[in-house]
């Protein structure tokens, strides 16, 4: 419990200095309401946003819209896989127990229904990853125009170090 709430801190915190990030980078770039920053759905909107201004070619792709997506998705999957598991979990232990009460062993139609929670678990784990691929391309697009010599330093210490990487958003606002 100790360890959930020091990971909840950690988080909270991290969360903030990104937002204080976006929020100064916004402000440079003239966006408008900046403060929205601060609320958890609106933040990769606004990192898509400010990477859009930073980019320099016209075609434009569009991925505040896409990071603002794969956010919410990403929730709602975790929300479909935490419900599916708990529903699949509990059907197997209710197999468990009859197996137990008539004495026989458990056979493998007995676990479909973790077919469902599996699926989801993949589904939300690739999710995830476009998500956080589309935040460190919108992260480059922020470096590279601001510190170009650093701007793979800072990448590969994202990638590598991915939940510090707020604090490389807040250094380069």
Do not use: H, Q
Not at 24 to 41: D, G, H, Q, T
Not at 112 to 140: D, G, N
Not at 145 to 158: A, E, R
């Amino acid at each position: 419990m100790i360890v959930l709430i020091i990971l909840l801190i950690v988080k909270s915190l991290l969360f903030v200095l990104e937002a204080i990030g976006i929020f100064k980078l916004a402000k440079k770039n003239e966006i408008k309401m900046p403060i929205l920053c601060f609320l958890p759905f609106a933040t990769p909107y606004y990192l898509g946003l400010v990477a859009e201004k930073r980019e320099t070619n016209e075609k434009k792709r569009n991925l505040k819209l896409w990071l603002i997506i794969l956010f919410l998705l990403m929730l709602l999957l975790a929300v479909v896989f935490a419900i599916t598991g708990f529903i699949s979990a509990n059907e197997i232990i209710e197999n468990a127990k009859i197996c137990i009460a008539n004495d026989t062993k458990m056979t493998l139609d007995m676990f479909s229904s973790a077919i469902y929670a599996i699926i989801f678990y993949f589904v939300s784990l690739f999710t995830a990853l476009s998500y956080k691929i589309l935040r460190l391309a919108a992260f480059w697009k922020i470096v590279s125009n601001k510190n170009p010599k650093k701007s793979g330093l800072y990448m590969i210490l994202s990638a590598v170090l991915y939940p510090l990487m707020p604090i490389f958003i807040l250094i380069n606002s």
